[in-house]
């Protein structure tokens, strides 16, 4: 078939017009717990291609097609998941519903509740 070369070029030239986005994002994730949902929240929307967060620097970085999403529905998925996500600030009953070990220290419960994983201890631990 004679365009097919064509349709390939063109196929081609559409993919580099289109390189993926990124976007790197502040957020205060503490433990591995925070890792996982946060990492399984953006992955679970359209067009998020990887997510990955750095627990050491509390920055996700974020590979995206900005033709299926933006950067504010990314933060805004951060917040939802309950934390801070550059200026956007966590949604406050996402935020109360996290383990106790994922809260920021001033709404931690006194006492380590049941549902503290030990990934969280352990990052714990170690402060
Ligand atoms: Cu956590």
Do not use: H, W
């Not at 951060?78 to 001033?106: H, M, S, W």
């Amino acid at each position: 078939m004679r365009f097919l070369p064509i349709l390939v070029a063109v196929f081609a030239f559409l993919n580099m017009a289109a390189p993926p986005e990124k976007v790197t994002i502040q957020t205060n994730a503490i433990c591995e717990m925070c890792k996982v949902s946060i990492e399984k929240n953006l992955l679970a929307i359209e067009g998020v291609q990887k997510a990955e967060l750095d627990l050491v620097t509390k920055k996700v970085k974020i590979k995206f097609d900005d033709a299926l999403v933006d950067v504010a529905t990314l933060r805004q998925a951060i917040a939802n998941t309950g934390y801070e996500a550059d200026d956007v600030p966590p949604r406050p009953k996402a935020q109360a519903n996290l383990a106790n070990c994922c809260k920021p220290e001033e709404l931690k419960e006194k006492t380590c509740s049941k549902s503290c994983a030990k990934t969280c201890d352990d990052e714990e631990g170690t402060k």
